[in-house]
C-alpha cells in the first residue's frame, strides 16, 4: 500500500494551512465531515476545502485520495 497523507483535525478557530489557504467559512457539514470555502493561494483561485476525521482507517484514507482526485477532474464553467 502507498503512503497516505495524514488529515487532521480542524477547529474553525484554527488557521488551514495558513501560508496557503485564507478560509472564508463553512459551507456543510456532513457525517464526520466539514466543507469550508477558502481562497488557495497558490492556485490563485477560490475552492471548496473538505476536512476529514484525523483518525480515519487506512481503507477510508484510499476512498478519500480516490474522491479528491475525482474532484480534482472536475471542469465546469461553474466551478
Known amino acids: 500500500m502507498r503512503w ?3 488529515y487532521v483535525g480542524f477547529r474553525p478557530a484554527d488557521p488551514l494551512l495558513p ?3 485564507r ?3 463553512l459551507l456543510g457539514r456532513g457525517v464526520g465531515t466539514a466543507v469550508y470555502s477558502a481562497y488557495d493561494d ?3 483561485r477560490p475552492v471548496a476545502v473538505k476536512l476529514f476525521p484525523a483518525d ?3 481503507a477510508s484514507c ?3 485520495a480516490a474522491e479528491a482526485r ?3 477532474r472536475l471542469d465546469h464553467r461553474r466551478l
Request: glycine share 4%; aromatic share 4%.
Open 56 to 58: 480515519l482507517d487506512p
Open 4 to 6: 497516505q497523507r495524514p
Open 70 to 72: 475525482a474532484l480534482d
Open 42 to 44: 497558490e492556485l490563485d
Open 23 to 25: 478560509v472564508d467559512g
Open 19 to 21: 501560508a496557503r489557504f
Open 62 to 64: 484510499l476512498r478519500v
